[in-house]
């Protein structure tokens, strides 16, 4: 279904092909997919960078990873991007999208709903997608709970710290997030408030983070996407 997620997307959005800004976010998400372990294989994985404005990005189950150049004129290096990416990533590997899939869906089999949702029913593949994390893209905004996103948000900052990202770049994302409020905030922001509960976890969360940047750099990870 993350698939299917992601084809609906690709149909009805543009794709940049600029090669450099392509490289450098297919960087970023390389650096932090190798340190995913276990049996994970980064190249399984498929990075797309779509050509709009909106600030957002997302990671399906399925392991796709789409990122619009909105959020390339928010995030102010390499490392913040890797904070967003490392987040939603967490998402995929903590299986919060399945979970809620499956909540929703208990009546439903697997093959009967991706059948639903290659069939045609515009309804049900909406549903899926806002449940899988795409809501935005199809004008339903169904963001995770508080729980979720805290995992998420931790899971997220030891990866980016293992791949070599600076982890204190993450609470400056989310500042910058929310201080780019404004008239015209972020899409990120909608499924995603930048509260300070969640500036406080990652802060109290930095230590270790930074424990784990260091080894890390110790280890010669060290990404220079640009
Ligand atoms: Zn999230």
């Known amino acids: 279904m993350g698939v299917l997620a992601f084809q609906e997307i ?13 490289r450098q976010v297919q960087c970023v998400a390389d650096s932090l997919l190798n340190r995913l372990g276990g049996n994970a294989d980064s190249s399984a994985w498929e990075v797309v960078v779509f050509k709009q404005d909106q600030a957002n990005a997302f990671a399906l189950p399925g392991k796709k990873i789409g990122v619009y150049t909105g959020l390339l004129k928010i995030t102010e290096n390499q490392d913040q991007l890797a904070a967003v990416i490392g987040h939603e ?10 979970e809620r899939v499956s909540t929703n869906y208990l009546a439903q089999s697997g093959a009967q709903l991706i059948a639903a949702m290659a069939g045609g029913s515009t309804t049900t593949r909406n549903n899926v997608m806002a449940m899988l994390g795409v809501g935005a893209q199809v004008g339903i905004l169904l963001p995770f709970g508080r ?7 931790l899971i997220g900052l030891d990866l980016m710290a293992k791949a070599g990202f600076d982890p204190r770049q993450s609470v400056r994302l989310w500042q910058n997030m929310s201080a780019a409020g404004g008239r015209r905030p972020p899409e990120f922001l909608s499924t995603h408030p930048a509260s300070a509960t969640r500036i406080r976890q990652l802060q109290e969360r930095m230590p270790q983070a930074m424990e784990l940047y260091e080894q890390a750099g110790s280890a010669g990870r060290r990404p220079r996407c640009w």
């Open 10 to 22: 690709e149909t009805k959005t543009p794709i940049d092909d600029d090669p450099v800004v392509r």
């Open 147 to 153: 729980a979720q996103e805290s995992e998420a948000d």
């Open 89 to 98: 990533v967490a998402h995929v590997i903590a299986r919060h999208a399945n």
